[in-house]
């Protein structure tokens, strides 16, 4: 069974329905939990959201989040952006999250999201002196993108750029840019798109950063060019540095780079780190996941899951 056709089965649906979440203040039921139909968020795009993950390993029956403070952290200055301030302290939400993951008996791994939003139900478009809400939802995750090797397409949609709205932030509206760019690539036949900037530099996918491999050196592009400061990303480049002692090196990249690359893969919360082998149908490298991903690659999951102790002050366990 694929992953959308699993998701949307009368069991998880039912047990989506059922799970335990945080709404303005107190827990309840997924299905207890309504906004309406002219809810400012939802007409407007006014909300701010985070993707955390959670990891299960069976060996020690534990379940760990990953750098949870540094996304609460995040979410907090994205939020203030749009003129909303999060209800709690980040160790507050630590808490209170990890209360949700016992509540729901998870032993899997788990996504988390939560999010603000402005919550009046009012037509116009502004946003200060606007009420908000905040949740926290959670549900298992396995893979969202391929990670065994995936083909992207540099989409004809370019990549919101920051005098148009805050790309820095994950602001709900402007997702509309990754759906409108992600929908174009899959229904071309490819599973990913990767955005340029307005001047014509590499930016990154519809919701990963990207890194691009050339002579044993690590390129990414730069916040300046309209990135989304990744969490994930952050630990990549750390865990290439300290580890295994590569350059990594923050420029503008171009089009054609990425098709003359030795390797190519994207990451982020949901994305983890997955190797490109194709870019508009040109073949990467030897067009099979590169030798250096792969080390990254099996590097990252042995942190998250709690395999490489010299990382465990970036894990929180659940249980």
């Known amino acids: 069974m694929t992953q959308t056709a699993a998701a949307t089965s009368p069991d998880a649906v039912t047990r989506r329905e059922t799970s335990w979440i945080w709404f303005d203040g ?187 491999i050339r002579g044993g050196t690590i390129h990414t592009p730069p916040p300046a060019d309209n990135i989304l400061e990744g969490i994930t990303r952050q630990a990549v480049m750390h865990l290439a540095r300290e580890e295994l002692g590569l350059d990594v090196v923050e420029r503008s990249i171009d089009r054609s780079e990425l098709y003359a690359a030795d390797e190519v893969f994207l990451c982020g919360t949901g994305a983890q780190v997955a190797p490109v082998i194709d870019i508009d149908r040109r073949r990467i490298g030897d067009g099979e996941p590169g030798p250096l991903t792969l080390r990254i690659q099996d590097l990252y999951n042995a942190v998250v899951s709690g395999r490489n102790d010299k990382y465990a002050e970036w894990l929180s366990a659940v249980y």
């Open 26 to 212: 107190r827990t309840c039921q997924y299905g207890d939990a309504k906004v309406g139909l002219l809810t400012h968020g939802l007409n407007y795009g006014t909300g701010v959201f985070e993707g955390i993950r959670a990891y299960w390993n069976a060996e020690r029956e534990q379940l760990y989040t990953l750098r949870m403070p540094e996304h609460y952290d995040r979410m907090r200055v994205n939020a203030r952006i749009l003129q909303m301030e999060l209800p709690l302290s980040t160790t507050e939400l630590c808490v209170i999250t990890n209360d949700l993951l016992r509540r729901n008996l998870y032993r899997e791994d788990v996504y988390i999201r939560p999010l603000v939003f402005k919550s009046a139900e009012i037509i116009g478009v502004k946003l200060h002196d606007v009420p908000e809400s905040f949740s926290i939802c959670t549900a298992p995750m396995g893979d969202y993108v391929g990670t065994g090797g995936i083909r992207c397409l540099v989409s004809s949609w370019r990549r919101i750029d920051d005098t148009m709205a805050p790309a820095r932030a994950k602001c709900t509206g402007i997702y509309v840019n990754s759906a409108l760019a992600k929908s174009e690539a899959l229904q071309a036949g490819f599973d990913e798109a990767i955005l340029l900037t307005m001047d014509g530099h590499v930016s990154e996918g519809s919701a990963e950063n990207i890194f691009i």
